[in-house]
Structures are given as structure tokens and as C-alpha cells.
């Protein structure tokens, strides 16, 4: 008995072990952590303007009352600004900051009330060149507020978007996940991804090696998105209640990370 104890520890030990290993042989090599004040950081980020997709009911801005950086955070802010306009922000890397391969990890606090659509994507940096969804999209955590104890992660390509139906993902329930931040992460490699809710695998994806851009596009560099959408043809399924707003999307952190050769 003591034999096949002994047995069971040592294995446990080895497993705790590679556990440890694995999370170590990340390391952290870009960071955005809002450490300033106002708004964000124009080396890193940039702004979409207007109505930009999926009949969303709000308009984008580049103003303080909709994003803004205090405390550490950046807040993102969806409000009425008269009857008949709902305003709010969305901010990217684009030309500026790219992705390719890595952990790409976001703390964040979600907002949920009926209408609110918070994401946080990348799309590829040749969108213009290609077009969506050739370019690829990959989406690290998508919310819609009338479905509020579910998490989403997603792919869109060529082959496989909602477009056409055949989009793939997966998602995970999780109590209140709007009551506080959790950690929202991709790990990509050149022959898989994998999604996480803090600590939990959900969703996993294969490269099919074909060399085929409609079915793979991730071997080329993606920019980063954070938004906050309100209604729209997923958001606003149910429905929306304006007299919600304003609500806030609050980011701690962005951490992007490469194995450690």
C-alpha cells in the first residue's frame, strides 16, 4: 500500500512539475498596462470611427466620454448622447503593434445588460489586401448581454465564418462573469490554437496543413481590437434596453508572451 502511494505522489510531483514548466517557458515580451492617465496611448492604439458593422446600433469615437485611461484601467464607456444616439469605442493596434504566434492575454471586466456586446479580436494586418474573412479573424472572448453567463471564443476565415454558417468555436458558462476581471487568452502556434477563461482550455482549433489561406490564415501577423458594440445582429437579438446605459468595459492589461527557446 505504501509502495502504490508512494507511486501516486511521485507521479502528481511530475505533473505539478510540467504544469510549472509549461507556464514558465512563456516569457512576457509586450505589454500595454494603462500606467498613464487620459487617453489611450497613441503609440499603441488607434480608433475606429462611425458605424462601422453588423447593424450595430452604436457610433464609434475617439472621445474621452466613451474611452478613457484612469487608475490603471481603460474604460470603455457605451452611453446615450441624445434620444436617437448611442455612442461608445473601439481601439486597435493597427500599423502599430502586430501579433504573430504567442500568448496574447487580456485582463478585463465585461459589462452586461441587454444590447452590450463586449470583444476583444484580431484581425489579420492584411485585411485591406484580402478582405474579410480571407484576412482572418480571431476572436479571444466575445459577450452578449442577454445570453450574460456565457463566454464565447471564436475563428472566422474564407472557409469558415458565420457568414456562411460554418464558423467555429465553442463556449464556456461561467457564474457572474461580469462581477469581476478574469484573464481572456489566446495560445497560438503554427499548427493550433487554444482559448482560455482564466485558467480553462474551452476551445481548440487545428491548422489542417494544407497551405491553404481559406482554411488557415494565421501564419501571417494580426492586429489587436477592443470594443464595446451595443445591439446589432448577435448584441441586439433579444433586444435592447437603453435605459441601461451608460455601462462601462474596463481593461487592466494587455500581455503578449513567446515561448522561451
Not at 489561406?213 to 441586439?236: I, R
Request: some cysteine; proline content about 4%; glycine content about 8%.
Amino acid at each position: 500500500m505504501m509502495h502504490f502511494r508512494t507511486i501516486i505522489l511521485v507521479m502528481l510531483a511530475i505533473s505539478l512539475f510540467q504544469g510549472c514548466a509549461e507556464k514558465e517557458s512563456w516569457k512576457l515580451v509586450w505589454s500595454e498596462d494603462f500606467e498613464y492617465s487620459g487617453l489611450p496611448d497613441p503609440r499603441i492604439w488607434d480608433y475606429e470611427i462611425g458605424h462601422i458593422r453588423n447593424n450595430e446600433l452604436q457610433y464609434y469615437t475617439s472621445q474621452a466620454q466613451n474611452v478613457r485611461v484612469e487608475d490603471g484601467i481603460c474604460i470603455i464607456t457605451a452611453r446615450m448622447e441624445t434620444e436617437d444616439l448611442i455612442t461608445s469605442a473601439s481601439i486597435n493596434t493597427f500599423g502599430k503593434k502586430d501579433f504573430l504566434y504567442g500568448r496574447i492575454e487580456v485582463r478585463a471586466k465585461i459589462p452586461s445588460a441587454l444590447g452590450t456586446w463586449p470583444a476583444i479580436w484580431m484581425l489579420g494586418a492584411n485585411r485591406s489586401e484580402l478582405g474579410w474573412p480571407a484576412c482572418g479573424e480571431i476572436d479571444i472572448m466575445e459577450h452578449v448581454g442577454y445570453d450574460p453567463e456565457r463566454i464565447h471564443a471564436n475563428i472566422h476565415t474564407k472557409a469558415y465564418n458565420h457568414i456562411a454558417g460554418t464558423n467555429k468555436g465553442n463556449q464556456i458558462e461561467v457564474k457572474d462573469p461580469w462581477s469581476g476581471f478574469h484573464i481572456y487568452a489566446v495560445e497560438w502556434f503554427e499548427d493550433h490554437m487554444d482559448f482560455f477563461l482564466d485558467d480553462s482550455l474551452y476551445f481548440s482549433f487545428e491548422n489542417d496543413l494544407a497551405g491553404n489561406n481559406d482554411t488557415w490564415p494565421f501564419d501571417k501577423p494580426h492586429y489587436l481590437l477592443l470594443n464595446l458594440a451595443y445591439g446589432g445582429s448577435w448584441g441586439g437579438n433579444k433586444g435592447v434596453d437603453t435605459s441601461l446605459l451608460p455601462v462601462e468595459y474596463e481593461i487592466d492589461y494587455v500581455r503578449y508572451f513567446k515561448k522561451d527557446q
